[in-house]
Nanobody, 115 residues
Framework: DVQLQASGGGLVQAGGSLRLSCAASGFSFEDYDIGWFRQAPGKGPEWVSSSNADGGSTIYTDPVKGRFTISRDNGKNTLYLQMNSLKSEDTAVYYC????????RGQGTQVTVSS
């Protein structure tokens, strides 16, 4: 079974930082683009960022450009999201997905930014 388990969320003040991790299993991690989505309370899912299979190409949604950095360690089957200069509007549950497919998400991690 494909499993994608996000962790590293928490409560942080505006302007602070968090680093999310996503542990993948059940497929050849190094062969797939992997991404992050988030879902704020009462809202639909929002794509945040994606990395190609070798990590050499990354893309971001405009609201997080310059603040978030996606990276991956294919030797550890793990995806990361470094989040700096956090804002209250970043509050959401964050999920990692395979090939930007919302349906592939696993367990998310809650990020709460207090203003």
């Amino acid at each position: 079974d494909v499993q994608l388990q996000a962790s590293g969320g928490g409560l942080v003040q505006a302007g602070g930082s968090l680093r999310l991790s996503c542990a993948a299993s059940g497929f050849s991690f190094e062969d797939y683009d992997i991404g992050w989505f988030r879902q704020a309370p009462g809202k639909g899912p929002e794509w945040v960022s994606s990395s190609n299979a070798d990590g050499g190409s990354t893309i971001y949604t405009d609201p997080v450009k310059g603040r978030f950095t996606i990276s991956r360690d294919n030797g550890k089957n793990t995806l990361y999201l470094q989040m700096n200069s956090l804002k209250s509007e970043d509050t959401a549950v964050y999920y990692c997905t395979r090939q930007s497919n919302w349906g592939s998400r696993g367990q998310g991690t809650q990020v709460t930014v207090s203003s």
